[in-house]
Structure formats: structure tokens, C-alpha cells
């Protein structure tokens, strides 16, 4: 890889020196693998989509917290380091009979904490938009999320000179510069363990020189298409209907910026949308090169 792996963030460090419970005995630590079990019901309880391995997939990338009362986990939140400047945060869940005790707000003051000086990114629901502007976060944008059974696409015509080309293991070094430039933050890892999975990846060239990329893989009820990266709208489009078209007869998901204009053509190809979430950052966002567009996330919790 040539992008240097992100120094571990330090994360919990206050609860892990200090692990008195509070006031109403609720206490921090660092998540172990054997908490992600109960992570994956809560996150089932409320009906998300991750599957164990979608949890695991986190939990290997990330750094996460989790909070106890009475030896009884009744909260989780993830970082995600990325890099020296950047995290995402993600995954805060609360169970529904701790709610209405601040849990929520102290998951996120530890993560915080523990994310020293790097900027934060997450992606807010409607019911947690007030708590992560209360917090310092402002809001970057919207995201859409489409999902429902692919249809059959009808590809892109692309310009002369533009062809899209399978991409692979031995393509990762260009597939994590390209995820860096168009994200704003090196995500080598994240791309790494993406392409080692069950993942299908395309690459958009201009005269055989690498412009823009697609995945698609596993997560939740199906398929994910994301993230795609490229120049412009019409590269976008060739790269995600190629993926659709492959997936097609599939439940796939596509999780699309909104400012990007792709919302009504992506429901062309028969993924409703279903949801929309409000990108926020709590410090400087990130600089992203403006030749190279994200178009779609990888997943919320990811950026």
C-alpha cells in the first residue's frame, strides 16, 4: 500500500485509566470482539440492516466504545481513524430502556475526547441531528439512500477515449489513491479490506490513465454499489449502471449524494429512495481534489 495505515486512534483512554461508573452507574470502556453480538442486536432491534459481519467489518477498521451499567452493555459508538487529520463516527446506539439519560451524548463526548484533533465526520439521522449540533457539528449535505431489487441497466455510452475495465487486488494502491483524492482523507485500509472480501470493483480510464472507480459489496440485506468516485455525472453513471446492471434480479442499496443530481435517474433504475441522512463534520470537512467526485458512500458509518 502506499498510503501509511492510520495510527490507532486514542480512544477511551479516560475510561480506560478511570473506569468509576457515574452517578446513575454508568461506565466506559473499549469494545471487545465478544461485545459485537450484543451490538448487532441492538442495531437488529431498530431494525437497521447490518448483518454480524457488517459489525465485524467495523469493528476490525475502527475503534469502538462501549457503555456499561451494572455489568449490562446498554450502549455502543465507533471512530474510525482516518489518517492523522481525519475520523468518522458512527454506529451510537442506545438500548431503548436506557434511553432519556444523556447515554447517547456522553458515548459521543468520549469519543470525541478520545479523537484528540482530528476532524469528525458522521452522517445524522433526523433524531440525532439536534444532539451533534449541540455537540459542535455542522452540517456538510444530504445523502440519499435508494435500495430495492436492481433492474436490468442500459449502460452509459462513454466518450472516445473512456472505457470501464474489471479492477482487482493488484489495482489497490490506485483504487486507495483515487478513494483518497475524491474523499479528502486516506482510506487505504477501508479499500484494503473492501477488495478482500466479495466485492466487485470497476475502474473508469481516459486514454488508460485511472479517472474513477466503483464497489459493490456485501452489506445488510443484499448489495451495496459504493463508493463510486469519478469525474463527472456521466462517468458516475457509466460506472453504476454497469454495477446494477450485474447485480440486476438483487436487492441492492446505493447511498448517493444528494447534490449530485443522480436521485431521479437512480430511481430509474428501481432503487426507491427509502431514507436520507444529513452529513455533518465537527472541525475543518475535508479537502477533496475537485477533478474527482464521491458520487456514493461505502456505507454511513464508513464516509
Known sequence: MTDAAPKPIALMEKSTRDATPAADGVSFRP??????????????????????????????????????????????????????????????????????????QRIMAELIEGAGRRNLLLHATAQGRGLYERLGFKRLGEIRQHQGIAQPAPLIALKPGWRLRPAGRNDIDTLAALDARARGMPRGPLIERMLGGLTTAVMLDFEDQPRGYALMHRFGRGWVVGPVAAPDADGAKALIAHLVGHNAGKFTRIDVDFDSGLTQWIENLGLARVDAVTTMVRGTPPTADPKLRLYSLATQAFA
Open 31 to 104: 469494545m471487545t470482539e465478544g461485545d459485537l453480538k450484543t451490538a448487532y442486536a441492538f442495531s437488529t432491534e431498530l431494525h437497521w440492516p447490518h448483518r454480524l459481519e457488517d459489525w465485524q467489518q467495523v469493528f476490525e477498521l475502527g475503534r469502538g466504545l462501549v457503555a456499561e451499567r451494572d455489568g449490562e452493555i446498554v450502549g455502543t459508538g465507533f471512530a474510525l481513524p482516518w489518517g492523522e487529520h481525519y475520523a468518522t463516527v458512527g454506529l451510537v446506539i442506545v438500548a431503548p430502556h436506557c434511553r432519556g439519560r444523556r447515554i447517547g
